[in-house]
């Protein structure tokens, strides 16, 4: 089944992160897909707000790679971004697998650098930017 989310302004950000993390049900492990400046990080962020996240730790993880947060709920979410990744062996060192095989919700910006090493559960989500400045992001359930 086919999904959108369209986020007119940046004001509807997180009634959009609400029913993006309604829509994806149990999935865990989520690769956005969009061009530099289409709002990657603006909607992890915004995720993370919704789930509870002190706003203050939440940040780009460009060049720590993956950062940890604490929802509210006490539950974990990793927040990776791959840009600077050039080789997957790069990904393997800091743990990939181990992030991913935690349960936790992992958010996870330019996953083009690692997509060999992503799971086959992976929910691909793409993040086009609309010529009046909105954002719809799409995605398609697996076929079980």
Request: with cysteine; glycine share 6%; hydrophobic share 40%.
């Amino acid at each position: 089944m086919k999904h959108s989310i369209r986020i007119a302004s940046l004001s509807g950000i997180d009634k959009a992160a609400e029913e993006f993390l309604h829509q994806i049900g149990d999935n865990r492990l989520i690769a956005f897909h969009a061009s530099m400046g289409a709002g990657k990080t603006t909607f992890c962020t915004a995720l993370c707000r919704v789930l509870g996240v002190e706003s203050d730790t939440v940040s780009s993880p460009t060049f720590a790679i993956v950062n940890e947060y604490l929802t509210s709920a006490g539950e974990t979410v990793y927040h990776f971004d791959f840009y600077r990744i050039s080789r997957p062996e790069e990904a393997l060192d800091i743990g990939l697998y181990d992030y991913l095989d935690s349960g936790a919700l992992c958010l996870m910006e330019w996953p083009e650098n690692v997509e060999q090493l992503l799971p086959e559960e992976t929910l691909h989500v793409s993040i086009e930017v609309g010529e009046d400045g909105s954002r719809t992001l799409s995605w398609e359930d697996k076929q079980v």
